[in-house]
């Protein structure tokens, strides 16, 4: 089951296969906004842990729970 998955702009659309899905942003009328599309966070240095720095990449503008948190 995928929930609460984030697609943005696929140039084919999601295809489940035998699987089944809720709460992603392809089960919506309409995707909402993006906080950040930089994707320096993810490109850039780690932190000493060797972690991504946390940050809105990617992450729905209203804070929708949806995509990966970073």
Known sequence: ??????????????????????DNSWNLSSVPALASTDASVITGPRTATGAIA??????PA????LGARI
Request: aromatic share 4%; proline share 3%.
């Open 1 to 22: 089951m995928l929930t609460r998955n984030l697609a943005v702009a696929n140039a084919t659309p999601v295809a489940l296969g035998s699987s089944t899905g809720s």
């Open 54 to 59: 946390s940050s809105a990449f990617l992450r």
């Open 62 to 65: 209203n804070n929708a729970d």
